[in-house]
């Protein structure tokens, strides 16, 4: 089965600073891949999600990149913010859909003033 | 409804007694999920419903695990004879038709002694 894997654990930045969180995955059939923030306690949502026949999606100060020849994805927040603090999930599925996503382990991001 | 409903929020239980864990998904929304979220860990797929009927069980971990959605609306996650190793925050996601984006519910956090 699919499976993924999500770096760093954990990522602590300044506000204003930018902040990458790296996935990769193992099933070439995977064509969804969405990225979804938890705040602490709270239910993962989701923030931006990419498709396969895309290199890149943008939305406002978030962008995520796919590279399916190394099988890897990425996200990106740039100008980050205090209320950016959470853990950020990435997934994958082979459906196409979210109809059943592969999540990697989180990465717990901190925003610091 | 506003959002995807789970009921309980917190269940404590001991070894061996038997569980229920509700869903009350968005209305109009025909997909439903039920993941399970351990500590530390991204949400692990168990279960979609696609109306009434399992579309995938593949992740339902063995046969103490059950989940039902008689009217194609609530669902209801039964597992018998828990252990110690089930502990673990249920989450429930309803999306609109298999292709929508999934919503999830605060989860049910099941803990047991």
């Known amino acids: 089965g699919e499976n993924v894997e999500q770096h760093p654990s954990t990522l602590s930045v300044q506000e204003g600073d930018s902040a990458v969180i790296k996935c990769t995955y193992s099933d070439s059939a995977s064509n969804y891949f969405p990225w979804y923030k938890q705040e602490l306690g709270k239910r993962p949502q989701l923030i931006i999600d990419?498709?396969?026949?895309?290199g890149e999606k943008k939305d406002q100060r978030i962008a995520v990149t796919l590279n399916k020849t190394a099988k890897h994805f990425s996200l990106h927040i740039t100008e980050t913010q205090p209320e950016d603090s959470a853990v950020y999930f990435c997934a994958a599925s082979i459906t196409g859909t979210a109809s059943k996503l592969t999540f990697g382990t989180g990465t717990r991001l901190q925003v610091t003033l | 409804g506003a959002g995807v409903s789970q009921t309980p929020s917190n269940k404590v239980t001991e070894k061996g007694k038997y569980v229920e864990l509700r869903c009350d998904p968005i209305?109009?929304?025909?997909?439903l999920y039920w993941y399970r979220q351990s500590l530390g860990q991204g949400p692990e797929f168990l279960i979609y419903f696609q109306g009434t009927g399992a579309a995938d069980d593949s992740g339902l971990p063995n046969d103490r695990f059950f989940a039902v959605r008689p009217e194609g609306s609530v669902s209801t996650l039964k597992i018998q004879r828990t252990e110690r190793g089930d502990s673990a925050v249920y989450l429930c996601?309803?999306?609109?038709?298999?292709?929508?984006?999934?919503?999830f519910g605060e989860g049910s956090r099941l803990t047991v002694l």
């Open positions: 996601a309803s999306s609109f038709g298999g292709a929508g984006e999934l919503f």
């Open positions: 209305s109009g929304h025909t997909a």
């Open positions: 990419i498709r396969s026949n895309v």
